[in-house]
T-cell receptor, first 110, second 110 residues
């Protein structure tokens, strides 16, 4: 069966610090991978998606970036965090259209 | 116009009643439609998927799709306190991108 691992679960970072969130998927090959962000009380905003190694599509301009160095690994990064980057970050995978989510990372930028 | 729109709620229903959730989407070419349940502080979990016009039933949940009206709904029969959560409608516009509505919060009163 497929599983998705996302870590850390919570993170408190100062403004201007770097960020690296990692997500890995097991039990499937060549999945579509996604990073979403959810602000408090809001819906899910698609940040990045990837259909293959090294292929990244960005949905909104921001100071975040994503990379897919391996088939089942997806990384979200920032060089300098802003207060507005706080939120609940969710990694997801998909093969046939529906998405399955990791546990999420709650990021607070202080 | 938002890609996916849901009634913002909150929706309060007594235990044992039917909860009715609505969702409209803007892209007439959308092919796949999903309902997710999200408990507070947790990641979304897939509860229903529907791909063709009509009704699809799974236990106490029924999803309804009307592509001509660009409308998707979710009915929760015999609502239980454990159904209290935010319900997210999601639409797949092509094979890669899944867009979410802002969600409808449901509270089931015991």
């Amino acid at each position: 069966s497929q599983t998705i691992h996302q870590w850390p679960a919570t993170l408190v970072q100062p403004v201007g610090s770097p960020l690296s969130l990692e997500c890995t998927v097991e039990g499937t090959s060549n999945p579509n991978l996604y990073w979403y962000r959810q602000a408090a009380g809001r819906g899910l905003q698609l940040l990045f998606y990837s259909v293959g190694i090294g292929q990244i599509s960005s949905e909104v301009p921001q100071n975040l970036s994503a990379s897919r160095p391996q088939d089942r690994q997806f990384i979200l990064s920032s060089k300098k965090l802003l207060l507005s980057d706080s939120g609940f970050y969710l990694c997801a995978w998909s093969v046939k259209g529906e998405a399955f989510f990791g546990q999420g990372t709650r990021l607070t930028v202080v | 116009q938002k890609e996916v729109e849901q009634n913002s709620g909150p929706l309060s229903v007594p235990e044992g009643a039917i909860a009715s959730l609505n969702c409209t989407y803007s892209d007439r070419g959308s092919q796949s439609f999903f309902w997710y349940r999200q408990y507070s502080g947790k990641s979304p979990e897939l509860i229903m998927s529907i791909y063709s016009n009509g009704d699809k039933e799974d236990g106490r949940f029924t999803a309804q799709l009307n592509k001509a009206s660009q409308y998707v709904s979710l009915l929760i029969r015999d609502s239980q306190p454990s159904d209290s959560a935010t319900y997210l409608c999601a639409v797949n516009r092509d094979d890669y991108k899944l867009s979410f509505g802002a969600g409808t919060t449901v509270t089931v009163r015991a």
